[in-house]
Structure formats: structure tokens, C-alpha cells
């Protein structure tokens, strides 16, 4: 099992910037992919960002240019370092990680909301 613990969301203002953290503990030794998930009120849940084991990334539309996934397996921590966010940004975001067996673990999610 791996639990995942999100921090770091938060009220900031259009233009701003948030770092978002995700620590997992437990069989970290299992996990492959990690990534960030969010989800709106009234909207189904998309992928910002994921990042493999060996650093590779993607992006979804939404973050392309202004979010960086990035982790430290050291740490069995992935971050989400957001810049330029919007008013559209705003949404519960979400770790993920899966594991050699491909298996999904989720942390509780952290709230970011932009606005002025």
C-alpha cells in the first residue's frame, strides 16, 4: 500500500504562483508513475501532470507553459510548481501514483483557488 499526503494549496491571486507537494510513505519501493490530477466543481477530472520514475513528463493542455511537475525519489516526493495561474486554474488537486502493478493510490487533495 502507499498512502500520499498533498500539501501546499491555498488562495492566490490571478498571476500568482503555488508549489504544490505530494509525499508518499509506505511501499514507496512499488511506485512508477506519479502525477498530479484536479478536478472542478461540476467538471470530471483531468491530468496536469505526470512524471515517470526516471523524470519524463507530460502535460495537459491546461498546463502546458506554466506548470512543472517534478520529484525527488529520495524524498518519495512529487511537486507541481504552478506560476501564472488563473481564475480557471481553481479546482481540488490530486497526487496519483501507480505501482509496478499498475494499481492507483490517491492522496485526499488540496484546494487552490485563484481568484482576487
Known amino acids: 500500500q502507499v498512502q500520499l499526503v498533498e500539501s501546499g494549496g491555498g488562495l492566490v491571486q490571478p498571476g500568482g504562483s503555488l508549489r504544490l507537494s505530494c509525499a508518499a510513505s509506505g511501499s514507496t519501493y512499488s511506485i512508477r508513475p506519479m502525477g498530479w490530477y484536479r478536478q472542478a466543481p461540476g467538471k470530471q477530472r483531468e491530468v496536469v501532470a505526470r512524471?515517470?520514475?526516471?523524470?519524463?513528463?507530460i502535460y495537459g493542455d491546461s498546463a502546458k507553459g506554466r506548470f512543472t511537475i517534478s520529484r525527488d525519489n529520495a524524498k518519495n516526493t512529487v511537486y507541481l510548481q504552478m506560476t501564472s495561474l488563473k481564475p480557471e486554474d481553481t479546482a481540488v488537486y490530486y497526487c496519483n501514483a501507480k505501482n509496478s502493478a499498475w494499481d492507483d493510490y490517491w492522496g485526499q487533495g488540496t484546494q487552490v483557488t485563484v481568484s482576487s
Open positions: 512524471i515517470t520514475s526516471i523524470g519524463a513528463t
